[in-house]
């Protein structure tokens, strides 16, 4: 196909996503850009609980954005297609996902708060995908908004190499509108939507002074990263506006610096500048390197070039039981272009599939397209089987993509509906639920007969239990929250595990002999066949294997699943006729199970890393009570009026955290968490849990 046939040239496409901390404004900057790319007529305002795109009731009630909604709009002859991505913590997964799938992020800081952990744990996620960013320092409007501070901040928590593109003028009250390096223009506000252009104004004399040395500054910075703007610059001669623009595009392109914008999306002031940035300086798919998958017939690495000429091959980033049409899966098209109803490979399930029907999503909106090209963005009905992750491709060029990482569970309950009726429906509701996040996993336990929710914290499993609620109309209890404790082990060790039964006819013979050791550097279970000379054979070895890794899964001595461990299956014995798969693979879970008792086994908990943000007066009494949650205070930072504490705490001791510095704080402060590592539970608490474990069986 060529380019004038296409929807829009590959190279005016964006796929962006706008990440932060939460409550840093990226749905009220979604919002303004939405407004000001003209797909929607009323401005949406958070705190009122009507925007675009937070659409589902659960987040206009609790005012935070809990799915990534994709979203495409339009801005001058460019196409954008947005990524609204969740900052708590808890829903990791949006973040993780959705960068897999962008080329291009705008971070979003609160001009107030700056850098906050959450921001830096993103901005590393981001550096693992290299996603090309610029930044975006927002609520300059805010009493104690410090661009410069911000800036600092960058470099030293973000360690990247800032360019500021915009001056703001003033800030907090006095906030009057956004300076334009590049162009040399100040801009009082963003105006209405009916031109791209801000509202121009004079740059204000005071302010002369402060944009000359912030532009040399700017030209200066971008001279050392870009050797062709270097060479323009010892030249002597001025740069224009396009060299200043196209070696910022470079210099973000290349991850080697950061332009900076700053304004304030709720005063609209800086929003279009910000649009003019993410065509400017963020890649289209063009700029992005080929994607690589291994060819499933040869097993081979291949790279499909960013071509509609080249065989279709997308990735499944997001599935959405949407009310009115089903069941959305959300797919980024690689390269190739697909119809709709084409019959797809799901190379991930070794699947056929048949895609129905392909949508645009425009934030709650949706228009339906005939095919999906390169480079897009698309939501696609129909697919039966295609989960979050899953590579969908040409059936006669199959090809499987790098799944999308997401950390396991950290933290349960158990469930039942509060009507015995509504069992079913429950079941099906928390089935929908976890097809739609990869973090929430469901699962039955046969003892107690109840069924246990798992998810990334306590918030996460809150929201989906009220969405039960809301979507699927089933009200269930839930029981106290429950810390998903893993087992490994801190010696290494050697055992038999011999199943030998000889009841009458033909009996039952397994046995092989084990190693095991930790393995600090992963949390998975590795298992070796170190046999020699053919003393078990090969079939017999792989069922002893399985047979340990299923005892390892649900755990050797206190019923949680074992991490860290190097299995090594070095010797055994078999029995011509008595020998089997299944007597070894009960060999090697009784192997395990020897090796592990001799080997110090300890139950790691899952640690926190905390952010408290409180005034000044309540500092004392919350790190009291973190103290006495077995907290680790890390630091403690004044920023403005309020404070910043810095701490590790144990899961286990964070349970209803919201509720209690509320009640010390007079509602003042806030937290935010997330899981930072798992560490080794003390003793005493250990045994504890042992006890309790051992009572549940
Ligand atoms: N003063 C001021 N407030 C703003 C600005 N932008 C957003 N806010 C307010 O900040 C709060 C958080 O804004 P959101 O847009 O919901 O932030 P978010 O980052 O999307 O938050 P989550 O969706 O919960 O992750 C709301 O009360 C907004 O009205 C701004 O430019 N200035």
């Known amino acids: 196909m060529n380019q004038q046939d296409r929807n829009l040239e590959l190279n005016k496409t964006r796929n962006i996503g706008i990440i932060a901390h939460i409550d840093a404004g990226k749905t009220t900057t979604t919002e303004r850009v939405l407004y000001f790319t003209g797909r929607t007529y009323k401005i949406g305002n958070v705190d009122d609980g009507n925007t675009v795109m937070d659409w589902m009731q659960q987040e206009r009630e609790r005012g935070i954005t809990i799915t990534s909604a994709a979203t495409a709009c339009h801005w001058r002859d460019y196409r954008i297609n947005i990524i609204d991505t969740p900052g708590h913590v808890d829903f990791t997964a949006e973040v993780e996902r ?52 911000c800036l600092k901040m960058i470099e030293d928590r973000l360690k990247a190499r800032h360019i500021a593109v915009t001056l703001p003028i003033g800030s907090g009250d006095s906030f009057g509108g956004v300076i334009d390096l590049i162009k040399l223009k100040a801009y ?23 944009v000359e040395a912030a532009r040399h500054q700017m030209i200066e910075k971008l001279a050392e990263l870009d050797d062709e703007v270097m060479c323009a610059y010892l030249d002597g001669s001025d740069l224009s506006t396009d060299q200043i623009i196209a070696g910022l595009r470079r210099v973000t392109l290349g991850n080697k610096g950061i332009p900076v914008l700053c304004g304030s999306s709720f005063r609209q002031k800086g929003v279009k500048l910000l649009l003019d940035a993410v065509v400017n300086f963020l890649p289209s798919p063009l700029d992005t390197p080929p994607v690589v998958g291994i060819d499933t017939r040869t097993q081979a690495e291949v790279s499909r070039p960013v071509s509609d000429d080249a065989p279709f091959a997308a990735l499944a980033f997001k599935v959405v039981s949407d009310p009115f049409v089903g069941r959305l899966v959300y797919l980024r098209v690689y390269s190739g272009t697909v119809d709709a ?42 697919l039966k089987s295609t989960f979050t992750g899953d ?9 499987l993509l790098e799944n999308i ?132 054979p090969k079939n017999f070895v792989k069922a002893a294997a399985e047979g340990i890794k299923e005892a390892a899964a649900t755990g050797v001595f206190a019923g949680y699943p074992m991490v860290g461990v190097k299995v090594s299956i070095f010797d055994g014995s078999y029995h011509d006729v008595d020998s ?80 209690t510095i509320r009640g010390i704080s007079k509602g003042r402060a806030t937290s935010s ?11 005493n608490i250990a045994k504890t849990v042992m006890e309790s474990a051992a009572v549940a069986k």
């Open 391 to 399: 590579t969908l491709c040409d059936p006669a060029h199959p090809v």
């Open 580 to 659: 089997n798969e299944m007597a070894f693979k009960t060999a090697g879970s009784m192997a395990l199970k020897a090796a592990a008792a001799k080997a110090n086994p300890v139950l790691l908990e899952p640690i926190m890393k905390m952010e408290v943000m409180t005034p000044e007066e309540y500092m004392g009494d919350i790190i009291g009570d973190l103290n006495s949650r077995r907290g680790h205070i890390v630091s403690i930072e004044p920023r403005g009026e309020t404070t910043m504490i810095h701490a590790y705490v144990p899961l286990a001791e964070t349970f209803g955290y919201t509720t």
């Open 188 to 210: 009082s506000a963003d105006g209405d939507q009916n031109t791209p252009e801000p509202i121009e104004i004079p740059i204000p004399t005071s302010e002369k002074e402060r």
């Open 405 to 536: 990482k997401f950390p396991e569970p950290v933290v349960s309950i158990s469930i039942e509906p509060k009507t015995r009726a509504d069992q079913d429906k429950m079941v099906d509701a928390l089935q929908k639920l976890a097809d739609e996040d990869p973090t929430f996993k469901v699962t039955y336990n046969e003892e107690t007969g109840q069924n246990i929710i798992a998810g990334m914290g306590e918030l996460h499993l809150d929201v989906l239990v009220s969405r039960m609620f809301t979507e699927h109309k089933v009200a269930a209890k839930v029981g106290q929250p429950r810390v998903a404790y893993r087992e490994t082990i801190t010696a290494p060790a050697r055992a038999d595990g011999r199943f030998v039964r000889q009841s009458g006819g033909r009996g039952q013979y397994g046995h092989v002999k084990i190693d095991i050791e930790p393995n600090t550097e992963s949390t998975a279970v590795e298992v070796v066949d170190d046999i020699r000379g053919g003393t078990v």
């Open 341 to 382: 109803g084409a019959g797809v490979m799901n190379t991930t399930r070794d699947q056929k599939e048949r895609i129905g029907r392909l949508l645009v999503m425009h934030a709650n909106a949706r228009e339906e397209i005939t095919k999906a090209e390169t480079g897009s963005i698309i939501a696609s009905l129909g």
């Open 98 to 149: 959705s960068l897999r799938v962008l080329d291009g992020g705008v971070v979003v800081f609160d001009g107030v708060a700056g850098v906050e952990a959450q921001s830096e744990t993103v901005w590393r996620q981001a550096n693992r995908y290299g996603v090309p960013r610029i930044c975006f320092i927002n609520k300059m409007d805010r009493t104690g908004a410090d661009f410069n501070r």
């Open 673 to 683: 968490m997330e899981f930072y590592k798992y560490q080794e539970l003390p003793a």
